[in-house]
C-alpha cells in the first residue's frame, strides 16, 4: 500500500510563495509520473501539475503556468510543488497523487491516479 503525505500549506497573502511537498512509502516512486490536484469549496478536483518518472517532463494547468513548479527529489522519495505569486483563487485543498507508470503517459485526469494523499489547505488572502 502506497502511503502520500502533503505538508507545507498554510495562509499566505496575495503574491506571496509557497512551497508543497509530497513524501511517498515504498520502493517504487521512481517508476512512476506523480501529479498534483487542488479542490476548493464546492468545485470539482482540478489539475494542477504534472512530472514523469524521471522529472524530465511537466505539464501545468494554463492557470498556474509561469508561476507554479513541479520537481521531484527520487532519491528522497518526494515530489515538490513552488507555487509563487499566488492569487487568492488559488486558495483550495492541494492534493498529491501517483499516476501511471513509466510506461504510460503523462495525464491530467484524477482519474488515471489511483493513490492520493490526505491534501493540505492553501489559503491566499487578498
Known amino acids: 500500500q502506497v502511503q502520500l503525505v502533503e505538508s507545507g500549506g498554510g495562509l499566505v497573502q496575495a503574491g506571496g510563495s509557497l512551497r508543497l511537498s509530497c513524501a511517498a512509502s515504498?520502493?517504487?516512486?521512481?517508476?512512476?509520473?506523480m501529479g498534483w490536484f487542488r479542490q476548493a469549496p464546492e468545485n470539482e478536483r482540478e489539475f494542477v501539475a504534472t512530472?514523469?518518472?524521471?522529472?524530465?517532463?511537466?505539464y501545468y494547468a494554463d492557470s498556474v503556468k509561469g508561476r507554479f513548479t513541479i520537481s521531484r527529489d527520487n532519491a528522497k522519495n518526494t515530489v515538490y510543488l513552488q507555487m509563487n505569486n499566488l492569487k487568492p483563487e488559488d486558495t483550495a485543498v492541494y492534493y498529491c497523487?501517483?499516476?501511471?507508470?513509466?510506461?504510460?503517459?503523462?495525464?491530467?485526469?484524477?482519474?488515471?491516479?489511483?493513490?492520493w494523499g490526505q491534501g493540505t489547505q492553501v489559503t491566499v488572502s487578498s
Open positions: 497523487a501517483r499516476g501511471p507508470g513509466y510506461s504510460g503517459a503523462l495525464s491530467s485526469a484524477p482519474a488515471s491516479y489511483n493513490y
Open positions: 512530472i514523469s518518472f524521471s522529472g524530465g517532463t511537466t
Open positions: 515504498g520502493r517504487t516512486f521512481s517508476m512512476y509520473h
